[in-house]
């Protein structure tokens, strides 16, 4: 780390001033505050056995999401292929209340990851390809289609004129 400190004091002040952040898009991404503790506890893993240096707290910052957004990836990927084919599937219906974070959840990773950046974490569409290593037009692009499907998916199937 490119910081003016010693390495165990940057560690420290990364993981106090970000471990919320890694936290918070962990839970995004994986729904559940068990595998999101566990995916953060591996990001700091991760940092603390780099080493990577930065050029300032942004950078940092941005790798810490980077990680966390690849590591709930590759825990998501190994679920999907421990899923049983013949598990049941509920028929509930979904509360009002999380009708948008489930609509949000739906959309594919890269628009998901996207909307959450952008209305969650407040980066601009040039930050968000930064962190996801793609164009800002190609970012614009995602958070466009993840709004109409979204738009879609809230007046679809509906009688509205």
Same mark, same amino acid.
């Given at each position: 780390?490119?910081?003016?400190?010693?390495?165990?004091?940057?560690?420290?002040?990364?993981?106090?001033?970000?471990?919320?952040?890694?936290?918070?898009?962990?839970?995004?991404?994986?729904?559940?505050?068990?595998? @999101?503790?566990?995916?953060?506890?591996?990001?700091?893993?991760?940092?603390?056995?780099?080493?990577?240096?930065?050029?300032?707290?942004?950078?940092? /910052?941005?790798?810490?999401?980077?990680?966390?957004?690849?590591?709930?990836?590759?825990?998501?990927? /190994?679920?999907?292929?421990?899923?049983?084919?013949?598990?049941?599937?509920?028929?509930?219906?979904?509360?009002?209340?999380?009708?948008?974070?489930?609509?949000?959840?739906?959309?594919?990773?890269?628009?998901?990851?996207?909307?959450?950046?952008?209305?969650?974490?407040?980066?601009?569409?040039?930050?968000?390809?930064?962190?996801?290593? @793609? /164009?800002? *037009?190609?970012?614009?692009?995602?958070?466009?289609?993840?709004? @109409?499907?979204?738009?879609?998916?809230?007046? *679809?199937?509906?009688?509205?004129?």
């Amino acid at each position: 780390m490119t910081f003016f400190m010693r390495e165990e004091d940057s560690f420290s002040y990364a993981f106090n001033q970000y471990a919320d952040t890694v936290y918070r898009v962990a839970i995004h991404n994986t729904g559940n505050p068990s595998d @999101a503790e566990d995916v953060s506890q591996e990001v700091f893993l991760k940092l603390l056995n780099s080493s990577k240096s930065f050029k300032d707290n942004e950078h940092l /910052k941005a790798w810490l999401i980077r990680v966390t957004i690849n590591l709930c990836h590759d825990r998501q990927r /190994k679920i999907k292929q421990e899923i049983l084919v013949n598990q049941p599937v509920s028929d509930e219906p979904v509360s009002d209340e999380n009708a948008v974070l489930e609509a949000v959840k739906a959309l594919p990773e890269n628009y998901r990851n996207t909307i959450y950046l952008h209305y969650y974490e407040g980066y601009t569409a040039k930050e968000i390809g930064k962190i996801l290593g @793609a /164009k800002e *037009g190609t970012v614009l692009s995602w958070l466009s289609r993840a709004r @109409a499907q979204l738009r879609k998916d809230f007046t *679809g199937g509906f009688d509205d004129e």
